[in-house]
């Protein structure tokens, strides 16, 4: 990595800068962000759910699962009093359940869109930088991956990796370790769409100047990937990462439905979303499917903001 | 046992418990009877893709059943109000001592091919049924009749067996012949009306490639297809029918739908005119009936359900703790909250549709007594560890396993799990490998109205469905004693006797009888169902 | 370009092999054999047992089904499947209604996805834009079978504006699922064009555009849209590609007789040569979508090379 000041001084729009201005950098976007309302909104939305997650029995003191929680002859009565959200078909407290869920939802969304967005992001960056035989090989691969069905793969994936039971490993490491795998299989199915996008965004920003001049520079591929492709090609695939989130956290339930996903007593908000679902009982009981709605959109809300005023900080383009 | 088609869950699931939801225990299947209807018109029917050909012998699910029990007739015919066993080409079915039977034809019944049913197509048909190599799904109903083993594969690829013929089949003459069986059954003419022993044509027995003869059978019933397509099966009236359930509607067509519910919705719009499932969350307050103002019903139906003990479960050995277990469960609250009262709280083994039912074999056991449950459940020293509840992801169980598992923790301190095995396929196959601790889901649909049906192929020693390895030599021995009774009185009451004994073995645990709802449309009237949750389609009449 | 066509063209060979293998051996290994519960609580006899494992290959090895399946593919036969079927006559009929199920959505995708993205995008901040934010959210938290629920109820049973259920398939009884199965993709795609949309604008060529003194409406047509559509195209074309096998739900709710439901069914069946037999063509299909998308890519960015 030669002569960084040379290189800067040559480059010409390039946009995201070098080593010596990233500390400016970072110091920029924080006032740009410190003033944007959107970020104060979406980092208060994060806190307050991770803190729900972390720690439930602070804002919902019983907890749904233990027994005699649930009392079948509360089922499906609407919000009141006592039960804020009403109950849900098996007359349990469907607040409860929701800050509960928080935990599964947001570890399985979280967890599996960072899984796709590395793999998705690092392959696509490789597959459109590098082009040629590597670019086909790894884009007919993400095309196979594309092609099969969640139902098959996740059912194969956590079959031939079965939880081990009477293990000796805690209730906790158990629960992780579900978690972790429920992740695996939605992310090995996940990740050909952000390679295919962040595939395209690479090759549209490879052919710019300042990446040419770079290279012709003798700029080493991954200081090129890492300081310009990257930060210029980012934003489509944070646009989905963020949408997906939500479909990760809906899309759980499809695996716990199947016995497959988390196990019993499985409190998830795709659980409680899924559950109420029908239209019998969106009809009849629409407070089952809306509260565990409104929190799902709501951290989906809270990481799109996030998104989108970390991208406005830090657009290069803004510069 | 006919094979129910698995409610679809889809992949996400909202499945329902529908295909095998239930009533408000209403005996009579009729919906409207005051309009008049007139004769001929078209009716379209909810149907499924039928998962086997469509010949009687190979036939043993409810899609391509209920095109199969249209199109043909048996020897005698279920009414479609008491399920009691009529004749229909029988003329007469006579014994003296329940293993002889002489059975006379009608004249002039005819198969759609134009020529006439004579006692050979029976003899012949059924033959050709139990054949090994021919390797039909029903083959085991066959198997009082004597001579049944030499039918059997003889060889590992099964391209042999060492007779085509069951020694106890006789043709007398072309309207007579004889059944022998090997044993004493007492309840045979019942069991002559299941779809397995209707009559084949001359031209299926001779037929080489017999593939197109199961897309369009031959069949002496009311009706034949003239249609078979992915998407639809036509059933038209059969103009030469002899028998007496002569349909009013010219033309029947079977919509094959993926989902019930898209199946409810055309009938609430009119754009179909029968369906058979009512989605289970349109049973929610009655909203079905609402979105069907006189145009529903329900019916009582020959289906039960119960949770198997798993045989290799040693703890579930202890019958106090059985019967804990199964006083544990408020079986009302159940039906009430989550069938919304379309279920009927089992209080035996038995359906009460059938003949020789009685009410009240598993006695308190399966009355809710939460105390008493406990005080059993630690006298029996409790369950150590986890306590799995099985049961399938696509049919829309979760629903009642949960509610199950949350009484028995909070009614007995238990640590229950629901364990859901993605599809009814994974589930048998754990079931069939004995792999599951615990309980299971099991349930039952009648093959033939009768108390026998419910107890010999489920809870008799090394029978064919008993998935909790259930063995007591008494209970086997009166259930030979009741096979061999001479009067069905006598036979009911020692088949009575025999389920007692279940009611302190405990088995398995009931849970709740199954009723069947259905809905039409404004056009049709006379709408019917039998207690085999099918339609009677003779009845059914366009306004 | 024809020579880069035709690498593409050859390079299906190898993916289809590979995936035709990846799959078979999927359903192979799925717990639960085919036999299970097909006789109910039953085990089914054993006579049937037999004829149906030799009718189906079931009692041989299953590397040598593979290739005794394969055999029969090159022969342009697909294999029954255990309906009785053809699996081939299966996705003749069904394939035709899956896809023009896609193209319908894929053209609302493209109307009302660009177009929320372009009106979002340009007042970025203002209501507009919020309100098109609100809306994804709602898209994205509802499964799709609320939204295709309730569109049935509202639009088909109570207002009577669409056919209840689609089962015939003709292009009228599409239109409302098609709709239902745009709507998660039109969230997705409105969102990009907005973020790109808005990216573009800042760059320096619309600057220099303004300063050339083009119109509004042509630096953002001419330019930026157009410089902002590779995001958007991929994602089209990933849609175009989710919507032949990911459409289950929709055909269940609109009871359409397409290859989503096929799939799901043959896959609960553990139908192997069904299974394989559809998967192949969606990933034929979805080859030939990303060429094209592939191919536009040098369209919209003449600086993109695609060898």
Known sequence: MTDIATEESL???????????????????WDVLRRNPLFW???????????????????APNDPSAPGACDLNNARLGPSAQAWFGYDLQGCDVYALTIWGARSSILVGLFTTLVTVIIGVSLGVIAGYAGKWVDTLLSRVADVFFAIPLLLGGIIFMYTFPTPTNSGLSETALYFLIVFKVTLAMAILGWPGLFR????????????????????????????????????????????????????????????????????????????????????????????????????SLTVLAFIMMGESLRDALDPKLR | MRVRTRSIAAVA????????????????????????????????????????????????????????????AKLVHYNSDTAKPENDIAESIETTDNQNFTIKLKTGYK????????????????????????????SYFFEPIEGFADTQCTDEACKTAKSETMSGLKVVDDYTFTIKTTSPVSNLPVRLGYTAFAPQSDAFLNASDKTELGKLPIGAGPFKVTSNTATEIVIEKFADYSGSNKPHVDKVTFKIYNDTSAAFNDVVANNLDLTDVIPADQLVGDAWKSQLPDRNGSRETGIIQVMTFSSKDTQLKNVDLRRALSMAIDRDLITK????????????????????????????????????????????????????????????????????????????????????????????????????????RSGWQMDYPSIENFLTPIYATGASSNDGDYSNANFDAKLKEAAAATSSDEANTLYQEAEQILGQDMPTIPQWYQNSQFGYSTKVTNVKMTPFSTWDLSAVQVK | MGKYIVRRLLQMIPVLLGTTFIIYMMVFVLPGSPLDGKCGERPCPDAFVKKFEEEFNLDKPVLLRYLLYLGNLFRGNLGTNFYGNSVLDELRQ????????????????????????????????????????VTTLILISMPVFVIGGLAQMVFGLKLGWFPVTAT???????????????????????????????????????????????????????????????????????????LMGGAIVTERIFNINGIGFFLYRSITQRDGVSVVGTIALIVIVYLFVNLLVDLLYGVLDPRISLD
């Open chain 2, 13 to 72: 699931l909202a499945s329902s418990v529908a295909l095998l939801a239930a009533a408000c225990g209403g005996q009579s299947g009729t919906g409207s009877t005051t309009a008049q209807g007139q004769e001929g018109g078209e009716i379209s029917v909810r149907g499924c893709t039928p998962e086997n050909p469509l010949i009687p012998t190979n036939t043993n699910e409810v899609c391509g059943g209920n095109v199969l029990d249209a199109v043909t």
């Open chain 2, 337 to 440: 909250q989550i069938f919304n009262g379309a279920r009927t709280p089992a209080t035996g083994w038995v359906s009460p549709v059938v003949d020789g039912y009685k009410a009240g074999a598993c006695g308190d056991n399966c009355t809710f007594n939460k105390d008493e449950a406990k005080k059993l459940y630690d006298a029996a020293g409790g369950y150590d560890g986890t306590l799995l509840l099985s049961v399938n992801g696509d049919g829309g169980h979760k629903l009642w396993a949960d509610a199950v598992c949350n009484q028995w923790k909070a009614n007995l301190g238990v640590d229950c799990k629901v364990n859901i095995t993605p599809d009814f396929k994974t589930l048998r196959q754990q079931i069939n490998n004995r792999e599951l601790t615990g309980l299971f």
């Open chain 1, 197 to 296: 996008l962040m595939r395209s965004s690479v090759m549209q920003v490879k052919p710019q100047e300042y990446i040419q001049a770079s290279r012709a520079l003798g700029g080493s591929p991954l200081r090129i990937i890492r300081r310009h492709i990257i930060p210029n090609a980012f934003a489509p695939v944070l646009v989905v990462a963020t949408i997906d989130l939500g479909g990760y956290i809906a899309t759980e339930a499809t695996l716990s439905f199947l016995g497959i996903g988390l196990q019993d007593p499985a409190i998830s908000w795709g659980i409680a979303i899924s559950s109420a679902s029908q239209l019998g009982y969106i009809v009849a009981a629409p407070h089952m499917l809306l509260f565990p709605s409104v929190f799902l």
């Open chain 1, 11 to 29: 480059v010409p729009t390039d946009p995201a800068g070098g080593d010596d201005r990233e500390a400016s950098l970072w110091g920029d976007a």
């Open chain 3, 168 to 242: 015939d398939g003709t292009f009228n009884q599409l239109l409302l699922p098609g709709m239902v199965l745009a709507s998660l993709y039109i969230a997705y795609v409105a969102r990009l064009t907005r973020t790109s949309l808005i990216e573009n604008l800042r760059a320096d060529y619309v600057r220099t555009a303004k300063a050339k003194g083009l119109t509004r409406g042509r630096q953002v047509g001419l330019h930026a849209l157009r410089n902002s559509m590779i995001p958007v195209v991929t994602y089209i074309g990933l849609s175009f590609g989710g």
């Open chain 1, 41 to 59: 909104i979406s980092a208060v939305l994060m806190v307050l759910f991770v803190v729900m997650a972390a720690v439930p029995q602070l804002f």
């Open chain 2, 111 to 138: 198969f759609s091919d134009g020529t006439e049913v004579k006692a050979h197509n029976f003899v012949d048909a059924w033959n050709w049924g139990a054949y090994g190599p021919n390797g039909q799904l029903n």
């Open chain 3, 94 to 133: 069904r394939f035709p209604t899956t896809l023009e199920l896609a193209l319908i959505a894929v053209f609302f995708i493209i109307v009302v996805g660009i177009g929320l993205g372009v009106i979002a995008g340009i007042r970025k901040g203002r209501f507009a834009d919020h309100l098109i934010t």
